[in-house]
């Protein structure tokens, strides 16, 4: 992809799940870097429970366009029913990669993706969640799973800026704080382990 377009990516969850909120988050974080950053919702019925779509760009160039994205670089899952009802491979550039919240593996979920022949991570967001935090809140762990796909900024200054996000908007629970920030380190190394796995499959 040409630099000066950046990254496009494209979020897809339920209202009430916080992917809107994850794509916030990404273009905060994102923007801290020095970079140009949009992130938005495709405006909707947000009913609780509704499919819901939330966009990223992110680039070193200043960016002009401010259309939905239809053929992003990556795609984010956060609900894995939405594969059953919902194309969220449509557009998808086989260079780039589709990231999925499900206890499955990528042999188990690639037959419900379209004859989608780019990469797929799997994530179980749930799991997560539900270890560190005590409920299902899969936005935090699908965040960091989105960074370390992307590339879009270095693990350790991820791991920072997020921390001072969660100290400001959690200051008097603390151990909200530390639980997303299990959920965050935790799905970023099972990325990790997985770009590893790819890596050497390549070489």
Do not use: C
Request: charged content about 25%; glycine content about 8%.
């Amino acid at each position: 992809m040409e630099e000066k377009k950046g990254l496009e990516i494209r979020w897809h969850g339920r209202g009430g799940q916080g992917a809107k909120t994850a794509a916030l988050l990404l273009a905060d974080v994102a923007f801290k870097t020095g970079q140009y950053v949009q992130g938005f919702p495709e405006y909707g019925p947000e009913r609780m429970g509704a499919p819901i779509t939330a966009y990223n760009r992110i680039s070193k160039n200043p960016i002009r366009v401010h259309s939905n994205i239809y053929a992003p670089d990556y795609v984010v899952v956060v609900d894995e029913t939405l594969l059953h009802t919902v194309d969220v491979t449509a557009g998808l550039k086989p260079t780039g990669a589709i990231i999925i919240n499900t206890p499955k593996s990528e042999k188990e979920v690639r037959p419900l993706l379209n004859g989608y022949k780019g990469a797929v991570f799997t994530v179980d967001a749930r799991k997560i969640s539900m270890e560190t935090l005590g409920q299902n809140f899969p936005n935090s762990p699908m965040l960091a799973a989105a960074v370390a796909v992307t590339g879009v900024m270095p693990r350790e200054e991820f791991i920072e800026d997020m921390r001072a996000s969660y100290e400001h908007k959690f200051a008097k629970k603390p151990e909200v704080i530390e639980g997303n920030m299990q959920a965050l380190t935790r799905a970023f190394d099972v990325v990790e382990r997985a770009l590893s796995v790819e890596y050497k499959m390549a070489v």
